[in-house]
């Protein structure tokens, strides 16, 4: 079966690779940009006036992938380290709503997998989302009022260093947030929002239920040189049955934990009207955590991540490198010194079109923990290639 799935990916992937060399033209129903803004930033956001020409009815809009790869270290294992070819998956469905210019509605369904063939038992890994957002802006005003509905559910494994366990393992969550907005444009180039979050946890395989409860301010403009987007977030989240720890990591009290966070980013886009050179964008994050017993989760972080756009010919090009440094307050490792994690990330990417709404794609990308701590160090790579579509 494993000398199988290795031709058989090893087939499609040949395959994949010589159909980048052969292709036609694309034609998108959004663009990228319209995208992000609506379903991860303000749904107010312009769109193009070939799609903002009110509707009675749901315009859709659907894509997918689909593809083969290969990982040296699926389960991000400090010191076991087990490699697996994967098959991968992911299917978007957006749906948009303008009955008049005061009304503004979208739907949007997201799913993406992964099965593993040598991952007994970790043989996938699934994440699900379900967003709803509508927008109010009344006519002769400058602000809109927004409701959005989103939920989650993931399968697959997540980081617990927070948690001080110093591994991988595989969870299921549920995560509700109900998170009403408001946003206003200052002028054609600047534009405020604000949001406020509640939102739900719910895990099924470890006993780490929380609420949280978050307000988000933003400022973004626009410039001849540069689009410019500053944000500050404030969250304070309850653990259902999280103990207190002091700092030691010893038990403080069997009350449950609450944490407080504070965010601030600064993201600077610029898009170039080079042949080859596109959009580039860099984001500065600096987030400090603390809590109400110990201070052993206590930490500040900063970060810093680099995107850059290319267009070579036929060929997209996307690549991003990522830095981050956290340091916690207190919280010492066996030697005595305070615990420190720096990681990376970096990924690139290939697009070239095949024929009208298809294209095939090759992606690599890598994360890798530098902590001061062995049981928190590990590296991972992935690599895939597959075709993806837009109708």
């Known amino acids: 079966m494993y000398l199988s799935i290795k031709l058989f990916s090893l087939g499609i992937f040949s395959l994949i690779c010589i159909s980048i060399i052969h292709a036609d033209d694309q034609n998108n129903t959004f663009t990228d940009e319209e995208l992000r803004e609506m379903l991860f930033g303000d749904s107010t956001a312009e769109i193009s006036p070939e799609t903002s020409t009110p509707k009675s009815e749901w315009i859709p809009s659907y894509s997918g992938e689909f593809g083969v790869g290969y990982s040296d270290n699926p389960l991000y294992g400090p010191f076991v380290r087990e490699d697996a070819v994967h098959l991968e998956t992911s299917l978007e469905a957006f749906f948009m709503k303008q009955a008049n210019s005061e009304h503004f509605s979208y739907i949007y369904l997201y799913g993406d997998g992964k099965v593993f063939e040598e991952l007994n038992d970790h043989e996938s890994s699934s994440i699900f989302l379900v967003q709803f957002d509508h927008a109010y802006t009344p006519l002769g005003t400058s602000q809109s009022y927004g409701l959005r509905l989103r939920h989650t559910y993931y399968d697959q494994g997540f980081d617990f260093s927070e948690l001080g366990l110093p591994y991988s393992m595989r969870v299921r969550s549920n995560r509700s947030e109900l998170i009403p907005y408001l946003s206003k444009k200052f002028s054609d180039q600047i534009k405020g929002t604000i949001e406020l979050t509640q939102g739900f946890e719910d895990f099924k395989t470890i006993k780490d239920d929380n609420s949280d409860t978050s307000m988000v301010a933003s400022i973004s403009g626009k410039s001849e040189v540069i689009d410019w987007k500053i944000t500050g977030g404030f969250t304070q989240k309850k653990y259902k ?53 110990g201070s052993y989760y206590d930490f500040t972080k900063f970060s810093l991540s680099i995107d850059q756009e290319l267009k070579i010919a036929e060929y997209k090009v996307e690549l991003n490198l990522g830095w981050a440094e956290t340091k916690y307050d207190v919280r010492k490792i066996d030697s005595g010194e305070k615990f420190e994690r720096q990681s990376m990330v970096a990924g690139a990417s290939l697009t ?13 990308s890598r994360e890798e923990d530098f ?18 579509w837009e109708f």
């Open 352 to 364: 070239r079109p095949l024929y009208d709404k298809f294209d095939a794609y090759f992606r690599w």
């Open 371 to 388: 902590s001061n701590a062995r049981d928190y160090e590990y590296f991972s790579n992935f690599w895939s290639s597959g075709v993806m």
């Open 241 to 293: 049955t999280r103990p207190m720890r002091n700092a030691d990591g010893s038990l403080l009290s069997a009350k449950s934990l609450r944490t407080e966070k504070t965010d601030l980013s600064v993201r600077i886009e610029k898009d170039f009207e080079y042949q080859a050179l596109k959009n580039s964008s860099a984001t500065i994050k600096w987030n400090q955590l603390q809590d109400n017993a």
